[in-house]
């Protein structure tokens, strides 16, 4: 084989990094799922990376009362046919990249909460803008519902685009997911349910965002009454991590960050 010179090689191919230069926590992905009030919400505000600029779709502000350097804004979606909630985000994360491209990005961490209820926003913007949906009246209201497959791949599309733009500021990204238990497709049938013992995320068809985490972590709170980390995978939920970390950690990032950094050390 013909002798090559690196350095050279790479003058023609932009945008590499080398291997050897990354660590696993220059920016953390972290996907955080559990039942609502297991601490998902705090673990992101007390313990994150500072600054944090958190996104709330679920209009529970005060949860995280009172957590150092936060900065928390609302995008509420009172209206199904009025989705400001999408458009006000959409123009948020453009002010971030652009203050990303200036250098002037004041932010460490940025978390969107929860995607749950996220995904609603979304696909109001959706039926408003494509029109797949049908419509009910009851009362005095009329309540849309999205209609074919067509409207889920194209909340997922939405989803997915925003979530590769937060990716590129190049910053820890944590978004929180509700769990719910697994459909079961083989026994599930038209009429009737049926759900295996494992956990997902809520709704279901949202698990496909999860593979573009480095990082996925599940909230609990044991059977002593103190909240936990899964952060490994088990019979009820495919946790994961790229740290060098416990299975079962306390409600820390930075503690288990610092953990990382101590076993890396010691060639752990």
């Known amino acids: 084989m013909a002798d090559y010179n690196l350095d050279e090689f790479l003058q023609y191919v932009k945008g590499t990094v080398n291997a050897s230069d990354i660590t696993k926590v220059d920016r953390i992905k972290a ?3 559990g ?3 297991s601490g998902k919400s705090k673990l992101i505000a007390d313990t994150a ?3 944090l600029y958190l996104c709330d779709f679920d209009d529970r502000k005060e949860s995280i009362a009172g957590a150092k350097d936060t900065v928390i804004k609302q995008y509420l979606d009172p209206d199904a046919m009025m989705p400001e909630g999408w458009n006000a985000l959409e123009g948020d994360v453009a002010n ?7 250098n002037k990005l004041p932010f460490k961490s940025f978390a969107l ?3 749950t209820f996220l995904r609603q926003i979304a696909e109001n913007q959706m039926m408003k803008d494509t029109l797949m949906f049908r419509a009910y009246k009851v009362g005095n209201l009329k309540y849309p ?3 074919g497959w067509d409207a889920v791949v194209e ?3 939405m989803l997915q685009t925003l979530l590769a733009r937060l990716f590129a500021l190049d910053i820890d ?3 929180t997911f509700h769990t719910k238990n697994e459909k079961d497709k083989q026994k599930s049938t038209k009429e009737e349910t049926f759900y295996t013992d494992k956990l997902t995320v809520d709704p279901q068809n949202l698990a496909m965002l999860l593979p573009k985490f480095n990082e996925t972590w599940r909230t609990y709170v044991d059977v002593d009454g103190s909240f936990k980390v899964q952060t490994k995978q088990d019979w009820r939920f495919n946790a994961s991590t790229a740290l060098h970390i416990d299975p079962v950690e306390t409600p820390d990032i930075q503690a288990m960050i610092d953990k990382h950094l101590k076993n890396v050390a010691k060639g752990k």
């Open 31 to 33: 996907a955080v799922v």
């Open 145 to 147: 519902i999205a209609q």
């Open 173 to 175: 990204i944590y978004v």
């Open 35 to 37: 039942d609502p009030k």
């Open 49 to 51: 990376r500072k600054p």
């Open 155 to 157: 909340v997922q599309k």
């Open 113 to 115: 909460d929860s995607m």
């Open 96 to 102: 971030f990249e652009w203050l990303k491209k200036e």
